[in-house]
Structure formats: structure tokens, C-alpha cells
């Protein structure tokens, strides 16, 4: 604004980032400078200060590198990637080393607990189940693109399927978990059937008002669910192995009695780390490979085009119907998951609306329909606002901010689309 | 060449019997009736708004029809294209429960795809492609209802599933071939030029094995050279794959050199009906096209 064209270089990035500079300074005044104090309220002036100077030199630093030819190049292709469509065909062999990727990765993340703290180990298990329910949400709503505003139905289902199951019927963990999918996956078929036929907006109501009312019943049927005082799980455990300092059911030892072991209260975690690890990544596969099967080209097609789908002889209301199964049992799992990892504890809170829109938000940042993209997503929306827990106050800030970046600059996801290629004989 | 198809046979393949179809006070098909004789080639003509889509829409089940019949026999196999996209519940179907219970199993289950597995298949007029697909994944996509659906048999890749596939992978190799679109069998299904386009349509819907396929204006959009190959194809699909084609077209060169049978349809009503020498020289005819002075026409 206040550069002329025959500046140097170096002086238009130093105007400019001060412009910038300014601008933040004036939006973090009234946020971060002053503080209310009872009814008058204190100034920090140098926290907005502070703010605006780290935004003026990362703005600076963006302009110097423009100006080397490498940045250049990195500016050039990121400008390039806004205007495709965010879907290409693969080559033939172009995942030729993908799986010594996959290979390595899937080791690092089998290896990676023994060495987290219980406090990381518990944001790793988050995280995975995440993963899980990103996965899930990616079905119905990437795939077969109907949009489900209540998701977290079916992850409160599966959790209190595992703690509810316990509590009455003395369910165990690992029979919690085909459990909870089969009812979740069943609810889901409930609720889908009659509401299929709808489209877009009012599907999306449909479904928030469906999340709405499990939590709420979850809330106020008080003599079954234990209401707002939550509900209470049984304790994992490895053919009849606990993980306890002391057995909680006859018959039962300790794990680190067996193992002649001192006893350490990250074993739990690791256990169920290691139980949600092997989950993810079965699901993964099992989705990714679902992508080239008939149902899940079926689902894909239907997020095309219903009518071409209906031309074609494909019952869309079955497809979908099996796109919301699919979804809501993986959501189910993650439910019982989850109720494990909170030590068993669970109770209607955890089961928002804000839930579902993080979730979303995963499916949505991470590309509808990537299942790496997702993956990723999930990874780094559940760890960031742990690492940012410093900037506590912040968090939904830096989030919004960075939803609003990514839709501007990447509308289809971290990830572009890629189309599996054929040959005569088959998928290449 | 033309009539050596069509020796009179004895029963057609799809009959239209007194079709009305009302939109609200709109009365868009008054007491529709033609028939399609078994492996024919037959056009739907007429102006601008005369109601072709709507009969094509109710013939291939997007519409539901207030009134009429559409009967499609093939080989003495009849199926009630009206039925099976699940009607309202009559009073005589509760006196009566095995009706009863047929239509409530259309009403849950029913629908346009049902039409489709009778063997009606349809392209568009504005082309509904599965844009963001592959031009290999729109067809595999149109076989779905032969291929194996099984998923642990999927998960586990076993034979049978990919004996399956490769089927179907073949089928879709034939007919790009057919089409000639063989080249782009890996490209995006949105990125194909709009000839293209309007074949791989075509092929989509022969993916679905119809004994019926409707054409909604397959030649909009073509240069002249690609209407002559649109023609050829559509003689092939007749000639070599035994199926019987309805279209509705504009463009009068088309429709003329290749139909058997021509249905001129003005004001949701059937006009003339007949080969396209008695169609050209018919005064109805050229009334609706043409428009005429007042009592010309009768």
C-alpha cells in the first residue's frame, strides 16, 4: 500500500510486513491486551505487542523467501495446486514403494508407546480414535457424500454399549467391541431407513436431531444410563490377564503378576494403544480396499449423481443405507474405545454436538473420500490442540483460523482424490 | 434394411396404454398410446414442451404416472413398469392381503432402479455422468447389479470375486471399444470432450444389459460428423446386441434415416404415429411443426 514500484525489493517486504505487522496488532488489542479485572479491567500491553511482532516477522520471512528463486517455486506450485480439481487417475506402479512406507510406518506406530509417557499415551489413543471415527464419518459422508451432522450418536452408542453391557450383563471389553459395532451399526440402520430418501439439508437436520436425542436420553434415563453421573466400564483385559494393580474379577491376575513384573499403570494403555493401533489400521485397509469394490464404488457414484445411479438399477436407498451402517459401526467401535481409555468412566458429556463438528471437520479437512487425507487430518487436529494446551485460551481460535485457510486454499481436502487405474487385466 | 426387423410381431416389446401424467393444474400427458415392437428402432418427436421427456421420464420410472399403463413383455415375461415403483395403497387392497402386501413390498423396496433391472436403461439429455469417476469406473459402476457385492468375499480377494471383476472389466473394455472410446478408458469421466461424453453415456446404459434403451436427445451438442457416427452406433446397438431403441430427437435427418417407427407427440398428445414416409407428408404433423392458419390442420 505504501510501496512505490521502484522500491528495492527488500524495503517493499519490509512495508509490507509492517502493514501486516499493524493489522495484528490492532486485532489483538482488545483480545489479548486487555484483561477484565471484577468490574474494571487491567492492560497487557505487551502481549498483543509480542503477538503482532511474531506475525510481522513471519510475514517478513514469507516475503524474503519469495523472493529467492526456490521459494519461488514452492509459491508457484502452491498457486498451481488451487486451481485443479483435486482429483487425478493414478499411473500404473506409481505406488510401487508404497507399501516400505506403509511397512515402516506400521512399525513405528507398534513400537512407538513403550517410549510415550501416560499422558502422551493417552493423546496417542485419542488420536487413534479419532482416526476411527474420521474413518467412519469419511464413509457417509465422503464417500456416499450425505451429510451427518449427529455422528457422535453412534460413538455414544458404542461407548455405552461397552459400559452399560458391563454393568448389567457383565460385558467384557473384547466382547464389547463386535458388540457395540453390531448395535451401533443396527441404530444406524433404524434411523437410515426412513430418513434416506431425504436429501442434503434435510438429512443433516435429521441426523443432528438424531444426535441430540441419544445424548439426551443418555442424559435423563436416569434409573438405566446413571444420567449425568455417568456410566461405568469394566476393566480391558487379555485372556483373563487385567491390567490392574489387583484382579477386580475372581479368576482374573494381574498382568504384571503373571509376567513376574513390578506393576506400572501405563500397561493399561499401552494394551489398549496396541488394541486401537491394530483396529486402525484393519479399518484402513479394509476402507481402502472398499474404495475399488463394487459397494464402495457404488457409494462414490451415488455422491455423483443419485438419478444416473437409479438409471443404472442401483437401489440408492440400500447403498445408502449401507453407507450409514458402514459408518456408524466404525463410529461404534471408536465409542467402545474410548470408553476404555477413560478408564471405563463415561458419561453424556463427551458426547456433543462439538464432537460431531470436530469430526467433521476431519472428514473435511482431510479431503472427503482420502483415507490418508483423513488419517492425517485426525492425527493433527487431535495432537496440535494438545501441544497448544499452553495457548489454552486460544485453541478454537487457531482452529477456526486454519479451517478458514484451508477452504480457501484447499477446498477438496490436504490431499487431491486419486482414482485407481485399469488395465484389461485388472487394477494396475 | 429397416422393416426386415420388424416383421409385425405378436406382441410388443413395451406398450404405452392411455399414459396422463398431471403436474399439479398442468395436464403435461393426456391419454398417451403407442408401442415399441421388439428389436425396432422407434423416435418420439414434437415440438418443443409436446411432453416427450415426460413419457420418457414415465416410462423409465422418474416420474410416476397419475394414470395409464406401461407394460413391458419381453419374451413373455411381463412386468408392470408402474407397479413395480410402488403405487398408493387402494381400498381393495385391504380385503385384500396378498395385494396388499405386493404393494407395500414396492413401496419399500421399489423404485426407478426397479425398472432398470426389467431391462429399461436410459441416458440423459443433459448428460449425467459420473464426472469425477473415472471413464472405467462409470462402467464398472453400471454393471454393479452382475457383479460379486459380497464383502468378505471382496476382503479376502478370492477367486470368485475377482473372476467377477474381471468379467466386468471385460464387459467394459467391449464396449468402450464399441464406442471407440478405448483411449480414454483411464481419464476423468468430466474431462472427455462432449461427444464423448454422449457415447460413453450410451455405453454406460448397454453396461446394464436393457432389452429397452431410451436415448433423451442423444445427438444435442453433436457436429454433423459425430451424428453420423451416433447413427451408426445406434444401428449397430440394434443390429448387434439385440436391444430395442426409443429416442426422442430433434434433429429430423437422424430420426428419419434411422427409425422404423415414429410417435409425434404435441400438447401431451399422440398426433400421428406411423413410418417416416407417411410421418413427413402427414398435415398434423406439419401443422405442430410448422405452425398453421386456423382450421387448416382438421
Known amino acids: 500500500m505504501f510501496s512505490k514500484p521502484n522500491d528495492p525489493p527488500m524495503?517493499?517486504?519490509?512495508?509490507?510486513?509492517?502493514?501486516?505487522?499493524?493489522?495484528?496488532?490492532?486485532?489483538?488489542?482488545?483480545?489479548?491486551?486487555?484483561?477484565?479485572?471484577?468490574?474494571?479491567?487491567?492492560?497487557?500491553?505487551?502481549t498483543p505487542i509480542m503477538l503482532a511482532f511474531i506475525v510481522f516477522i513471519g510475514r517478513f520471512a514469507y516475503q524474503l523467501a519469495a523472493l529467492t528463486p526456490w521459494g519461488q517455486r514452492l509459491i508457484q506450485k502452491f498457486m498451481l495446486s488451487k486451481g485443479k480439481r483435486g482429483v487425478y487417475v493414478a499411473s500404473p506402479g506409481d505406488q510401487r514403494y508404497l507399501w516400505i512406507i506403509l511397512a515402516i510406518l506400521f512399525i513405528a506406530g507398534l513400537v512407538l508407546p513403550f517410549y510415550l509417557s501416560k499422558y502422551y499415551l493417552t493423546v496417542a489413543i485419542l488420536a487413534l480414535i479419532y482416526v476411527l471415527l474420521g474413518l467412519g464419518l469419511n464413509i457417509v459422508v465422503g464417500l456416499a457424500g450425505?451429510?451427518?451432522?449427529?455422528?457422535?450418536?453412534?460413538?455414544?452408542v458404542g461407548a455405552y454399549t461397552f459400559a452399560l453391557g458391563s454393568q448389567y450383563w457383565g460385558l467384557g471389553f473384547w466382547s464389547a467391541i463386535p458388540l457395540a459395532a453390531a448395535f451401533a451399526a443396527l441404530l444406524g440402520g433404524i434411523l437410515g431407513f426412513p430418513v434416506l430418501r431425504m436429501h442434503g439439508d434435510y438429512l443433516a437436520i435429521v441426523t443432528l436431531g438424531f444426535g441430540e436425542i441419544i445424548r439426551l436420553v443418555l442424559n435423563n434415563w436416569m434409573s438405566f444410563t446413571g444420567g449425568p453421573n455417568g456410566a461405568k466400564a469394566a476393566e480391558p483385559s487379555l485372556f483373563g490377564l487385567e491390567f490392574t494393580?489387583?484382579?477386580?474379577?475372581?479368576?482374573?491376575?494381574?498382568?504384571?503378576?503373571?509376567?513376574?513384573?513390578?506393576?506400572?499403570?501405563?500397561?493399561?494403555?499401552?494394551?489398549?494403544?496396541?488394541?486401537?493401533?491394530?483396529?486402525?489400521?484393519?479399518?484402513?485397509?479394509?476402507?481402502?480396499?472398499?474404495?475399488?469394490?463394487?459397494?464402495?464404488?457404488?457409494?462414490?457414484?451415488?455422491?455423483?449423481?443419485?438419478?444416473?445411479?437409479?438409471?443404472?438399477?442401483?437401489?440408492?436407498?440400500?447403498?445408502?443405507?449401507?453407507?450409514?451402517?458402514?459408518?456408524?459401526?466404525?463410529?461404534?467401535?471408536?465409542?467402545?474405545?474410548?470408553?476404555?481409555?477413560?478408564?471405563?468412566?463415561?458419561?453424556?458429556?463427551?458426547?456433543?454436538?462439538?464432537?460431531?463438528?470436530?469430526?467433521?471437520?476431519?472428514?473435511?479437512?482431510?479431503?472427503?473420500?482420502?483415507?490418508?487425507?483423513?488419517?492425517?487430518?485426525?492425527?493433527?487436529?487431535?495432537?496440535?490442540?494438545?501441544?497448544?494446551?499452553?495457548?489454552?485460551?486460544?485453541?478454537?481460535?487457531?482452529?477456526?483460523?486454519?479451517?478458514?485457510?484451508?477452504?480457501?486454499?484447499?477446498?477438496?481436502?490436504?490431499?487431491?482424490?486419486?482414482?485407481?487405474?485399469?488395465?484389461?487385466?485388472?487394477?494396475? | 434394411m429397416s422393416d426386415v426387423a420388424s416383421p409385425t410381431p405378436p406382441s410388443p416389446l413395451l406398450s404405452v396404454q392411455g399414459l396422463t401424467m398431471r403436474f399439479g393444474g398442468i395436464l403435461a400427458l393426456n391419454n398417451v398410446n403407442f408401442e415399441v415392437q421388439k428389436n425396432s428402432i422407434?423416435?418420439?418427436?414434437?415440438?418443443?414442451?409436446?411432453?416427450?421427456?415426460?413419457?420418457?421420464?414415465?416410462?423409465?420410472?422418474?416420474?410416476?404416472?397419475?394414470?395409464?399403463?406401461?407394460?413391458?413383455?419381453?419374451?413373455?415375461k411381463t412386468t408392470n413398469l408402474r407397479k413395480v415403483l410402488g403405487e398408493k395403497f387402494q381400498w381393495s387392497d385391504y380385503v385384500n392381503p396378498p395385494a396388499f402386501l405386493e404393494r407395500l413390498y414396492y413401496k419399500t423396496f421399489g423404485g426407478s432402479h426397479r425398472v432398470n433391472q426389467?431391462?429399461?436403461?436410459?441416458?440423459?439429455?443433459?448428460?449425467?455422468?459420473?464426472?469425477?469417476?473415472?471413464?472405467?469406473?462409470?462402467?464398472?459402476?453400471?454393471?454393479?447389479?452382475?457383479?460379486?457385492?459380497?464383502?468378505?468375499?471382496?476382503?479376502?480377494?478370492?477367486?470368485?470375486?475377482?473372476?467377477?471383476?474381471?468379467?466386468?472389466?471385460?464387459?467394459?473394455?467391449?464396449?468402450?471399444?464399441?464406442?471407440?472410446?478405448?483411449?480414454?478408458?483411464?481419464?476423468?469421466?468430466?474431462?472427455?470432450?462432449?461427444?464423448?461424453?454422449?457415447?460413453?453415456?450410451?455405453?454406460?446404459?448397454?453396461?446394464?444389459?436393457?432389452?429397452?434403451?431410451?436415448?433423451?436427445?442423444?445427438?444435442?451438442g453433436l457436429n454433423p460428423r459425430e451424428t453420423v457416427e451416433l447413427s451408426t452406433l445406434i444401428r449397430h446397438l440394434r443390429d448387434k446386441h439385440n436391444v430395442t431403441v426409443l429416442l426422442i430427437e430433434h434433429d429430423m435427418g437422424l430420426v428419419m434415416g434411422i427409425s422404423e417407427h415414429i410417435v409425434v407427440l404435441d400438447y401431451g398428445q399422440v398426433i400421428a404415429a406411423g413410418t417416416p414416409a407417411e410421418i413427413e407428408v402427414n398435415p398434423k404433423v406439419l401443422a405442430a411443426y410448422l405452425g398453421t392458419e386456423e382450421g387448416d390442420a382438421s
Open chain 1, 146 to 156: 450425505l451429510l451427518d451432522l449427529g455422528f457422535v450418536a453412534f460413538y455414544a
Open chain 2, 118 to 220: 426389467a431391462g429399461v436403461a436410459r441416458t440423459f439429455q443433459n448428460i449425467r455422468l459420473f464426472r469425477e469417476m473415472t471413464v472405467m469406473e462409470n462402467l464398472l459402476v453400471a454393471q454393479h447389479n452382475h457383479l460379486d457385492r459380497n464383502l468378505i468375499r471382496g476382503m479376502l480377494n478370492t477367486k470368485h470375486y475377482r473372476a467377477s471383476e474381471k468379467r466386468a472389466l471385460e464387459t467394459a473394455y467391449y464396449w468402450l471399444e464399441v464406442v471407440n472410446l478405448t483411449e480414454d478408458a483411464n481419464r476423468l469421466a468430466g474431462d472427455l470432450p462432449y461427444g464423448n461424453q454422449r457415447r460413453l453415456e450410451i455405453a454406460r446404459a448397454m453396461c446394464t444389459e436393457p432389452k429397452l434403451v431410451c436415448l433423451d436427445e442423444p445427438a444435442a
Open chain 1, 245 to 428: 494393580r489387583t484382579a477386580k474379577t475372581d479368576g482374573h491376575i494381574p498382568f504384571h503378576e503373571f509376567f513376574g513384573t513390578t506393576y506400572s499403570p501405563n500397561t493399561k494403555f499401552i494394551f489398549i494403544y496396541l488394541v486401537v493401533f491394530l483396529v486402525a489400521c484393519l479399518m484402513i485397509f479394509f476402507f481402502s480396499r472398499l474404495r475399488t469394490m463394487p459397494m464402495g464404488r457404488a457409494w462414490e457414484a451415488l455422491r455423483e449423481d443419485e438419478i444416473a445411479c437409479r438409471s443404472l438399477g442401483m437401489n440408492h436407498v440400500t447403498i445408502k443405507l449401507s453407507a450409514f451402517m458402514m459408518g456408524a459401526m466404525t463410529g461404534g467401535i471408536g465409542g467402545v474405545f474410548f470408553a476404555a481409555q477413560q478408564g471405563g468412566f463415561v458419561n453424556p458429556t463427551s458426547f456433543t454436538f462439538f464432537e460431531s463438528a470436530l469430526i467433521l471437520a476431519i472428514v473435511v479437512l482431510g479431503g472427503m473420500g482420502s483415507v490418508v487425507g483423513v488419517v492425517v487430518a485426525a492425527l493433527v487436529l487431535t495432537i496440535l490442540p494438545e501441544m497448544l494446551r499452553d495457548f489454552a485460551d486460544y485453541r478454537v481460535l487457531i482452529f477456526g483460523i486454519l479451517m478458514v485457510f484451508m477452504m480457501l486454499w484447499k477446498p477438496r481436502g490436504f490431499l487431491p482424490i486419486r482414482r485407481p487405474y485399469f488395465t484389461k487385466e485388472g487394477q494396475a
Open chain 1, 11 to 46: 524495503l517493499t517486504a519490509f512495508k509490507d510486513s509492517s502493514l501486516v505487522g499493524m493489522i495484528a496488532l490492532l486485532i489483538f488489542s482488545p483480545i489479548s491486551g486487555i484483561i477484565l479485572n471484577g468490574y474494571g479491567f487491567n492492560t497487557h500491553p505487551q
Open chain 2, 42 to 76: 422407434t423416435a418420439l418427436i414434437g415440438p418443443n414442451g409436446a411432453g416427450k421427456t415426460t413419457v420418457f421420464n414415465c416410462v423409465t420410472g422418474f416420474y410416476k404416472a397419475t394414470e395409464g399403463q406401461v407394460i413391458l413383455n419381453d419374451n413373455g
